[in-house]
């Protein structure tokens, strides 16, 4: 059952891309041992689900799969399936509550929570973030070989002083989130807001989005900005219950 879990997400992975995937691409974005992601590809490839490139080794759907198309996840089940563990976020954390999914080569925002205060805030829903100015941008880019594709070879707009401008600078930080399971931001897209973010995943372990908090650095981080621990348990705790309700949770 795990092996066609994961055959099946390496399928969703692919159709959800324009381009072609390596076999550690899939492997990153899966969470697989990077001979395990090779080893399904060269399963599906026998039977024609997939294609390799013969010049860059890569992967993408064979021509009997085209019809899946980019419509792998429907966001109206990633918002319905999220809304109650965002509530309980925002009201745990005290702060605003983001769901984004990837879109292209932007984070588009699926479902927002308002922070709750009584302070005027503006609904986002339907929003498109920058993906390395965010931390959900960051979450998708570490887990999601297209997001990670998206801004490979872009020229990365400077919001603000603390943007992270530099391609190589932005692969260091996905692989520090692929480690630590969650991402950040502090002063990034809007000086003086931070935030955190943590993957959310479907079947087989696909990311399909991610959930996080945002707010004023000094209610997010500490004097070094470096988020509050427990904010980040928090996020965590909420992307493992979203991803348990969409039958992503890891086995």
Known sequence: MQSIERAAAILRLLAAGSGRLGAGEVARSLGLARGT????????????????????GKYRLGAALLHLGAGYLDVNELRSRAI???DALASRSGEAVRIGTFLDGKVLVVHHVFRPDDTPQAMDVGSLLPLHATAL??????????????????VLEPYCRGTITDP??????????RENGWAAEAGELS???????????GHGG??????????????????????????????????????????????
């Open 37 to 56: 992601a090779h080893g399904l590809l060269r399963t599906l490839e026998r039977v024609g689900f997939v294609e390799q490139d013969g010049g860059s």
């Open 206 to 251: 696909l990311v399909v989005g991610a959930i996080g908090i945002s707010g004023p650095v000094e209610r997010i981080c500490d004097t070094r900005r470096v988020p509050e621990p427990r904010l980040v348990a928090f996020v965590c705790d909420a992307a493992r219950a979203v991803s348990r309700d969409l039958g992503g949770a890891r086995r």
């Open 168 to 177: 190589k600078e932005l692969a260091r930080v996905a692989a520090r989130v």
């Open 191 to 201: 000086v003086g807001e931070a935030g955190v973010a943590a993957p959310i995943r």
């Open 84 to 86: 109650n563990w965002a």
């Open 137 to 154: 941008g960051k979450a998708l880019i570490a887990h999601d070989a297209n997001a990670a594709a998206s801004v490979r070879d872009t």
